[in-house]
């Protein structure tokens, strides 16, 4: 950053983001005919999502304030920010695990690089994200009553810039479960924990179905919520939108640099896998 | 000029002991090991240096620390005048790195689409990075591979595409780790040969490791011996070679042995069930070739350089 401009820096990234992308594809273009199966699991767990939503509002109107609509548009957000996770963020936690314990990081840190992004941005599958979420996506959007919900243009602008907030932390969080990798040299198992935090709980429970305590908690401490439920419920209103936008941009700014720092004692640490 | 300037370089790593398992469970306990021990030397540009020692000398870790992968616990370290535990981009731009067990080209995709990515990182122009390749993998013999998925090559072509992929941008100083290891015979002669050329054309600096006595007598002009991380020799190959590699080592496979007398043909230096080692001078090498094969029924014989070991041996014993 010293010798470089703002715009060279935000290009350098581009560069990386651009890069990474392309040949991500290219890796799954090399392997064109596996990994379908993603499609017919993930189109599988929407349909068994909607019947389950059917059977819980069989009796009841609301739950957790959240009517059936809202809750299968609290579903599709979850399962939005789910495979935007697992196409970006946890492949390339599970990759720096690997490079971290076989060498293959060094290789990254002895190329002109800025390594904590590119680790970041190592691996950007778009080819998974469309596979796994579009076609469930689709059937959530068709049974959705649109009408029926309360959402406004600035509701939407509030949602989306707290949902990039939300995948901000949600990748901080999977980043310090890796971190102990470099002390360590094993994080398989913290990586699993934050995986179950995030599938199990931040897109079953809407935010509102919390106490207050465990409210704060999924939102700042372990971030699985802000992505999630948070986002649903600025979007549907239900949360003050400026305040909900200020605190993502906090919490998300913060979590960024405690990364930052934390990389930077990381390498230092850093012993290099023996040869 | 001076490129590298190292002076009183430390590094000690912790090591986990796991002596009672239920106990490590709740409390680690530690070693402290001296991976490198207050090494000190100098390189010039252009040179071509080898570290040469045996496994776990300490030799990777010394070039990691030179290329700024990991941190020294103490000493000073400058290459090219950048600190590499900075990981500067200019430094980092300067330098290339081969690891001849760990792989930098995508396994998936080939060669030329790695190329292609290294282009954008190193940010070398395009018609420069055109013909660069194109005349680097002619003068290794594998420009009909770079479009053939990594995974599908051979360890000696993927070791030469590596190589390739390390020198694309043009750096001041290569440094290479084990660039041989596990290759057939004519990879390493190719890829040697190589090595030599680009340093001797372009004005390379080569940093080598190795502990094949072979790599660094073909490529390197001068020796850095490392053992236990101590820095016990710096020389050149050709004053190790006159001083401590004048024996030979000349191993007979046989099916039974005849002749009971084994004394009588020289120094016996290692003995097994089916071989035995002689350890002879250059001059008295065709003698004992023909005297113990005329007495014995032999399968095979190897003829050697002295081990590394048997060196820094001497070496410690005439320090």
């Known amino acids: 950053m010293k010798h470089m401009g703002f715009k060279d820096f935000i290009s350098e990234r581009w560069q990386i983001i651009k890069i990474n992308t392309v040949e991500t594809f290219m890796l799954q273009l090399s392997s064109i005919f596996e990994n379908w199966i993603v499609l017919i699991t993930s189109f599988f767990f929407v349909i068994i999502n909607i019947l389950f939503i059917n059977v819980l509002f069989t009796n009841v109107s609301t739950i957790a304030t959240y009517t059936k609509d809202q809750m299968i548009l609290f579903s599709l957000i979850g399962n939005l920010s789910f495979f935007i996770n ?34 970041t941005f190592r691996k950007i599958d778009i080819f998974l994200f469309v596979k796994g979420f579009v076609p469930g996506a689709i059937a959530y959007i068709v049974i959705i009553k649109w009408f029926s919900l309360n959402i406004t243009f600035e509701s939407c602008l509030a949602a989306i810039v707290i949902f990039i907030a939300g995948q901000i932390a949600l990748n901080f969080f999977q980043f310090l479960c890796v971190i102990p990798v470099f002390f360590r040299g094993s994080a398989e198992q913290l990586m699993s924990l ?47 939108l400026l305040l909900s936008i200020l605190f993502s941009i906090v919490v998300s700014i913060v979590f960024i640099l405690i990364k930052i720092l934390l990389w930077k004692f990381a390498l230092k640490n850093y012993t290099s896998a023996s040869s | ?90 430094f980092l731009m300067k330098i290339g790195l081969v690891m001849g067990n760990k792989t930098g080209l995508n ?11 290294y282009q954008k990182i190193y940010k070398i122009p395009i018609e420069k990075y055109k013909s660069r390749l194109d005349k680097l993998s002619k003068l290794l013999n594998v420009d009909e591979h770079l479009d053939t998925p990594v995974r599908k090559l051979s360890l000696g072509e993927r070791m030469k595409l590596e190589l390739i992929g390390a020198i694309l941008h043009d750096p001041e100083i290569l440094f290479l780790d084990e660039p041989t290891i596990g290759l057939d015979i004519i990879s390493k002669q190719n890829i040697r040969k190589f090595l030599r050329e680009i340093q001797k054309d372009h004005g390379i600096t080569l940093i080598l490791t190795s502990h094949d006595m072979d790599d660094i007598e073909l490529v390197c002009d001068r020796v850095l011996v490392i053992n236990n991380g101590q820095l016990v020799f710096d020389n050149t190959i050709d004053y190790l070679k006159s001083n401590y ?75």
């Open chain 2, 245 to 319: 590699n004048k024996d030979k080592y000349v191993k007979f496979y046989f099916d039974s042995i005849q002749d009971l007398d084994l004394n009588s043909y020289g120094e016996i230096y290692e003995q097994k069930d089916a071989s035995i080692t002689y350890k002879v001078a250059p001059t008295s090498l065709p003698q004992l070739i023909s005297s113990f094969t005329s007495k014995n029924n032999v399968i095979d014989i190897d003829i050697n350089s002295t081990p590394l070991e048997e060196m820094i041996k001497e070496i410690y014993e005439k320090k």
């Open chain 2, 107 to 117: 396994w998936d995709l080939t060669a030329r689409q790695t190329f292609s990515i």
């Open chain 1, 86 to 119: 697992i196409a970006w963020s946890a492949d390339n936690m599970a990759s720096l695990i690997y490079g971290v314990n076989k060498g293959d990081l060094d290789l990254i840190l002895s190329k002109p690089l800025p390594s904590l992004f590119y680790v």
């Open chain 2, 1 to 90: 000029m001076n490129i590298i300037e190292i002076n009183n370089l430390n590094k000690q790593f912790k090591i986990t002991i796991r002596k009672n398992w239920i106990k490590s469970i709740f409390k680690s306990e530690y070693k402290i090991k001296k991976a490198v021990d207050n090494v000190s030397f100098t390189v010039k540009k252009g040179e071509s240096v080898a570290f040469l020692g045996p496994n776990g000398a300490g030799k990777t870790t010394t070039t990691k620390m030179m290329t700024g992968l990991i941190y020294p616990t103490s000493g000073e370290i400058s290459v090219l005048g950048f600190k590499p535990q900075d990981r500067n981009k200019e």
């Open chain 1, 194 to 240: 934050s995986w179950a935090f995030e599938y199990n709980l931040g897109r079953m429970i809407p935010l509102e179905g919390l106490d207050k305590f465990f409210r704060i908690l999924f939102i700042t401490l372990i971030p699985v919520m802000i992505s999630t439920g948070l986002t649903t419920s600025v979007l549907l209103n239900k949360s003050d």
